[in-house]
């Protein structure tokens, strides 16, 4: 490529001239393509070390004048093609200009101007802007990557880092490439060469840490080999970027869903060197998760940026320090001490945002007013006119929440006139669960309890009215830790709805989206679905021991919701637990607000928690185990031997322990997990086995464990509570004759603050990202054993070989996640099928596999063979086909018999996998051959039809002289089943049920044959069987043609007949000439440009085809009217509508000829050929470097 002229003082250094002009010079460098010796090597060596531009254009043009020293740089490129290009353009454009200028100086100012023209006018033309937002480094090292490890051009390269790979003991200093979907690594040291490629699907672990033997070191797991990388500049930055990607690689296994990079970043203010757009994207997308996972907000918000402030807090009268965080909606504020403030304002709230008055005191400040009239105070801001720009610029963008400017008097006079156009909805606001909570409508017409816990419960409410008056209500209050330990008391009844809303963050998106759940409720109901079925069969088993449950307007409700989520959120649909949770949520909350908290538990809370393999829970199972070994080492040992870990955390975690403890003492968790997340789940299951440590360290088996433990949950009680006690099922049957102590919930619960309570939430994170990876690739390889059981009885193939065979056809599915495909892969794969039918693949991948793997080797022909193979396969016809079917036709290949291998060989030539375009293309025909096709198809399907009324009315004779026999007897609904079973059962296809082959269908079939054996060791034999055999076919046909012929009527086919005695001889002789020429064309078919060692080798094999064609075949006697494939027009039409022959008869043909017998029946390993493709890491659109080819031809 043309490059901004730059100077060059040393031109022959490193370099070698191979062409010059006076003006010009080409040139090579050291070490690049074959020989240079130790100077190369170290040339080779350096430009690696140094990440020299050199190794990504060893080829540049340099400007030079006679009477001066310095040359310029302007051109480079990476093959001698490209540079060629270049040199030519400029002996042909500038060269005959330049030597007509006197001075040297004007001609350097010409040539770079003239350049610089080019370069600016490429420019111009490009389309891509990320290709701009990087910087000429960065664009240079993604240029090496895709040439070094023939990624193409979809691979994205996210960043690069200098660091060592360590190759046994010896550390090899190169270059890691993090591309979206590889980890690649490339080290060149003195002649040695190291290349490695990772996908980050396959890895499995990935750790930081630092031992005695690789100080600072990253391991990367896969299931085959470890990899250690030391050495880094900033380890902390490359660790993380590695975690993202790995994360996105495990999204994709999960959801099968590619990276999609954020085209709504903004663009930086300057190039930044080395750092690419999709690093800037990768950060951002950090940022935005820790935004969102700090304040619960939505998956869509966007941190647009943050900066240092104070925050004003009227409640303490002090300035506290902390980060001011602005977003597309939010506005939020976070105290740099833990649990000291935390502010999350709406826009939609903010009413005034005005610049104050600056003093030495108060500098930078900024006022922040709200519609409920609260006022915020930021001060010490860094860019305050830049801040208060931005909040008004996502003001403008913030609609009007009119629903709070609403008279609610003009609300009540139009229900009236709206309850006619409720009529007929499934929800609206009629509805008794559409206003209030079910303990609020089975409450209200309790007698006011006056009880010392009831109380209790009022000196609850008013604590936390004083709160509110302190620290505001709603969404914009103080959030202080005064606040957590009026939450850690126990939220009251009344409150616990609005607060629940209010700490998950549901309240933002329930005021942002109205109307959208009746909306949905309305697309949802009467729809049927596997969910549905689901939550019908579970709606009745959801605290059934409740009373707002034991009628139907609770179930109502609970159906409503439930099935509107699983409307909106199909990846999840319905899964068991949730109808446990969600019958909690609307005992407190309404129907509305219920499913928007249960859209925060099952999309932020709990991530991935309710999909169908409960991965997220199986993570955090995972996490308490690590926790376990942590905190409880003795414990965790023992209980690993009983294996009980795993059995409890699920039931714990699914239902955040509503389902094994007291529902008024679980309920008070749930208090807690809605402040605090998923930390307080650990820290009561951590210290629920710490009480019970010296029993269960006594248990012998996991029984003995889950009793103790399952008692001492059902004895955890809230002596707080006012509501009337609810049986708890699972405690009435496992009670026994001496009940353990009962536990205070409120202990409980201050016990594990105090023993547990310094886990933080980005060390679990941290920890869910090490357990996600073990999950997800334990559930893969749980779906392969599956698919191996299965395909077992239907293949001949070993385990270990389907395994491997497995591996490289979800490698191909998965690939066309990240580097796109004809279809999408995310519609190929159904997680609802089976796992033999998940995952399925196009044909161009298909073609890619049947390649690398095939034992039937055809040369340029084998693409061909591929296409019919995938169609023959393809037996739903929707262009895709699944492992099972993939396997189905390649164990054919490999295991079958001599008869089931021609089986398979004889349909790849019959329809549907040989194509009528196919085949008329081979035989240069169109409309005339449409025709012949049509007579051939009616002849043969009137023969089927001949032959199908023989069989019948012989077995209607048969069956009559039985009749009255069957008639007395009395048949039992056994004789029915069985008969039902006979229908239902596949039918094994025999040779007498493979149709006809017809003579255009025979000629590719004789094509085929022929270009299977050329690198066969008996080619000659081969060849001579071949010609033998289809000389032999052809005369068969030709009796079976006259044999046909003669049957039928006379007078109906009189003319046709006297057509066929005339030209009888010579459309025989035409037809043996048809193959022989096809077989030549079979022969001459590729036009590639040849090496001289592969030209020779195709003149031995013509001349071989010449004596066995000429030897066997009757090819002097070709007729006027003989068909010449690849030929512009053709004299006449050879094809013979009435020609056809049998499998039988090609099978008995092949059977006389013991080369082609042994050929079929010789036994092909199909291990080397997976080792060949495991190692060759076939990448799709693999961009073509001639380089190296062109290195090679020069050299020689």
């Known amino acids: 490529m043309w490059i901004e002229p730059e100077e060059v003082l040393l031109a022959g250094a490193l370099w070698v001239s191979e062409r010059a002009n006076p003006f010009f010079v080409l040139q090579r460098r050291r070490g690049h393509g074959r020989g240079g010796g130790l100077s190369g090597l170290l040339v080779g060596t350096l430009d690696v070390v140094l990440d020299s531009s050199a190794r990504v254009a060893p080829y540049r043009i340099l400007l030079q004048t006679a009477d001066s020293q310095i040359y310029w740089n302007i051109a480079c490129g990476s093959n001698r093609k490209e540079i060629t290009e270049h040199w030519d353009w400029l002996e042909a454009n500038l060269l005959q200009t330049v030597s007509i200028f006197d001075n040297d100086e004007d001609v350097i100012t010409f040539v770079k101007g003239k350049i610089s023209g080019i370069i600016a006018e490429e420019k111009r033309l490009k389309q891509s802007e990320e290709q701009e937002e990087d910087s000429g480094k960065f664009r240079e090292a993604e240029l090496k990557m895709r040439r070094l490890f023939g990624m193409p051009e979809e691979e994205k390269l996210v960043n690069y880092y200098s660091c060592s790979y360590w190759k046994g003991r010896v550390p090899r200093q190169g270059w890691l490439y993090l591309s979206v979907n590889h980890l690649c690594f490339y080290s060149f040291l003195l002649g040695k060469e190291v290349t490695l490629v990772v996908q980050?699907?396959?890895?499995?672990?990935?750790?930081?840490?630092?031992?005695?033997?690789?100080?600072?070191?990253?391991?990367?797991?896969?299931?085959?080999?470890?990899?250690?990388?030391?050495?880094?500049?900033?380890?902390?930055?490359?660790?993380?970027?590695?975690?993202?990607?790995?994360?996105?690689?495990?999204?994709?296994?999960?959801?099968?869903?590619?990276?999609?990079?954020?085209?709504?970043?903004?663009?930086?203010?300057?190039t930044l060197k080395n750092v690419s757009a999709l690093k800037r994207d990768f950060d951002a997308r950090a940022k935005n998760e820790r935004y969102r996972a700090m304040f619960r907000l939505t998956q869509d918000e966007r941190l647009d940026g943050h900066t240092d402030c104070t925050l004003w807090t009227p409640f303490a009268k002090r300035h506290v320090v902390g980060q001011l965080f602005i977003s597309n909606n939010y506005i939020c504020f976070n105290s740099r001490e833990e649990d000291l403030c935390q502010l999350i304002i709406p826009l939609r709230e903010v009413s005034i945002v005005e610049k104050a008055d600056s003093s030495s005191v108060l500098p930078c400040p900024v006022s922040i007013s709200t519609k409920n009239k609260m006022n915020f105070l930021f001060a010490n801001l860094k860019d305050r006119d830049f801040l208060v720009q931005r909040i008004s610029d996502f003001?403008?963008?913030?609609?009007?929440?009119?629903?709070?400017?609403?008279?609610?008097?003009?609300?009540?006079?139009?229900?009236?006139?709206?309850?006619?156009?409720?009529?007929?909805?499934?929800?609206?606001?009629?509805?008794?669960?559409?206003?209030?909570?079910?303990?609020?409508?089975?409450?209200?017409?309790?007698?006011?309890?006056?009880?010392?816990?009831?109380?209790?419960?009022?000196?609850?409410?008013?604590?936390?009215?004083?709160h509110f008056s302190e620290f505001g209500r709603g969404v914009c209050m103080y959030r202080t830790s005064r606040t957590r330990e009026l939450v850690l008391n126990g939220i009251p009844e009344r409150l616990r709805g609005e607060l629940w809303l209010l700490f998950s963050g549901a309240q933002n998106e329930l005021a942002s989206h109205p109307g959208y759940y009746g909306d949905l409720v309305e697309q949802a109901m009467g729809l049927c679905s596997l969910a549905t079925e689901e939550i019908e069969r579970d709606l009745h088993r959801s605290m059934p021991e409740h009373r707002a449950f034991q009628n139907e307007m609770g179930i109502a409700a609970l159906r409503r919701v439930l099935t509107a989520y699983a409307h909106r959120n199909p990846g999840i649909g319905y899964c068991q637990a949730m109808n446990i949770v969600t019958s909690v949520l609307l005992l407190y909350c309404t129907e509305e607000e219920a499913f928007w908290l249960l859209v925060a538990l099952c999309e932020r809370m709990l991530p991935d928690y309710y999909n169908t393999r409960v991965v997220g829970a199986l993570v955090d199972q995972g996490v308490f185990e690590d926790l376990t070994r942590a905190f409880l080492p003795q414990l965790y040992d023992h209980m690993q031997e009983l294996g009980v870990i795993s059995t409890i955390s699920l039931s714990w975690f699914l239902t955040l322990f509503l389902s094994v403890m007291p529902f008024d003492s679980a309920v008070l968790l749930v208090d807690c997990f809605f402040y605090e997340g998923i930390k307080v789940t650990f820290q009561v299951a951590l210290t629920v086995l710490h009480d019970n440590m010296e029993a269960l360290l006594s248990c012998s088996d996991e029984g003995e464990a889950m009793t103790i433990l399952g008692r001492y949950l059902d004895n955890v009680v809230n002596k707080q509570t006012v509501a009337p006690p609810i049986p708890h099922l699972h405690a009435l049957l496992t009670s026994g004759d001496d009940p353990p102590p009962e536990i205070d919930v409120f202990d409980l619960i201050k016990s594990s603050y105090e023993r547990f309570g310094s886990l933080r939430s980005d060390v679990i994170e941290q920890m869910r990202f090490k357990q996600r990876l073990k999950v997800i690739q334990s559930l893969e390889d749980t779906a392969k054993r599956s698919v191996v059981r299965a395909m077992m009885t239907e293949s001949a193939f070993s385990i270990e070989e389907l395994e491997e065979l497995y591996c490289l056809f979800k490698s191909k599915h998965m690939t066309s996640c990240y580097w796109g495909s004809s279809s999408s892969a995310a519609e190929r794969h159904d997680p609802s099928l089976p796992y033999l039918e998940q995952y399925r693949i196009d044909p161009v991948q298909f073609a890619q596999l049947f390649l690398a793997l095939t034992p039937w080797v055809c040369g340029s022909h084998t693409p061909i063979l591929s296409s019919r193979l995938f169609r023959l396969l393809d037996q739903n016809q929707d262009g895709l086909v699944n492992f099972k079917e993939f396997i189905t036709g390649l164990s054919g290949m490999y295991h079958g018999d001599m008869t089931e291998k021609l089986k398979l060989f004889y349909k790849l030539h019959l329809q549907p996998a040989l194509c009528p375009q196919e085949a008329e293309s081979a035989l240069e025909a169109t409309q005339f051959f449409t025709e012949d096709e049509a007579g051939e198809s009616s002849f043969l399907s009137d023969l089927d039809f001949l032959r199908q009324q023989e069989?019948?009315?012989?077995?209607?004779?048969?069956?009559?002289?039985?009749?009255?026999?069957?008639?007395?007897?009395?048949?039992?609904?056994?004789?029915?089943?069985?008969?039902?079973?006979?229908?239902?059962?596949?039918?094994?296809?025999?040779?007498?049920?493979?149709?006809?082959?017809?003579?255009?269908?025979?000629?590719?079939?004789?094509?085929?044959?022929?270009?299977?054996?050329?690198?066969?060791?008996?080619?000659?034999?081969?060849?001579?069987?071949?010609?033998?055999?289809?000389?032999?076919l052809l005369r068969i046909g030709e009796v079976g043609k006259k044999f046909s012929n003669g049957g039928k009527k006379p007078e109906t086919q009189a003319p046709p007949i006297r057509l066929q005695q005339e030209e009888g001889p010579s459309r025989g002789a035409s037809a043996d000439a048809e193959v022989c020429q096809a077989l030549a064309d079979a022969q001459l078919e590729p036009l590639v440009p040849q090496t001289p060692d592969e030209e020779t080798k195709d003149d031995t094999s013509v001349s071989s085809y010449s004596v066995v064609s000429f030897g066997s075949l009757p090819c002097e006697d070709i007729a006027d009217d003989t068909v010449l494939i690849g030929c512009e027009q053709r004299q006449g039409s050879t094809l013979d509508a009435d020609w056809s022959i049998t499998f039988e008869q090609v099978l008995a043909s092949l059977l006389t000829e013991p080369a082609l017998v042994s050929y079929f029946e010789k036994k092909t390993d199909i291990q080397a050929k997976m080792a060949a493709c495991k190692a060759q890491r076939v990448v799709e659109r693999q961009i073509s470097s001639a380089s190296d080819q062109e290195v090679t031809q020069h050299s020689t």
Not at 1013 to 1021: D, L
């Open 951 to 1032: 069989v019948t009315s012989g077995e209607e004779v048969k069956d009559a002289g039985g009749e009255e026999e069957e008639k007395k007897e009395v048949k039992d609904y056994r004789y029915y089943l069985r008969m039902w079973a006979k229908e239902k059962e596949a039918k094994k296809e025999t040779i007498k049920d493979l149709p006809r082959m017809n003579q255009e269908q025979f000629i590719e079939f004789c094509k085929t044959l022929y270009n299977m054996f050329s690198e066969e060791p008996s080619e000659q034999e081969l060849y001579h069987a071949i010609a033998t055999v289809a000389s032999l």
């Open 395 to 466: 003001l403008q963008r913030t609609p009007d929440s009119s629903w709070g400017d609403t008279n609610p008097l003009s609300l009540i006079g139009s229900s009236a006139s709206s309850d006619s156009a409720h009529k007929g909805r499934h929800y609206h606001p009629g509805l008794p669960t559409a206003s209030q909570s079910l303990l609020q409508l089975y409450h209200r017409d309790a007698p006011e309890d006056l009880g010392p816990k009831a109380m209790k419960e009022k000196m609850k409410e008013e604590a936390w009215n004083i």
């Open 200 to 270: 980050w699907t396959e890895v499995i672990q990935l750790e930081k840490n630092a031992t005695l033997l690789f100080p600072e070191s990253v391991r990367v797991s896969t299931r085959d080999t470890e990899h250690f990388f030391s050495m880094f500049l900033n380890i902390n930055d490359t660790f993380k970027l590695m975690e993202q990607l790995a994360n996105i690689a495990m999204r994709q296994l999960l959801d099968n869903e590619g990276f999609a990079a954020d085209r709504s970043l903004p663009k930086p203010c300057k």
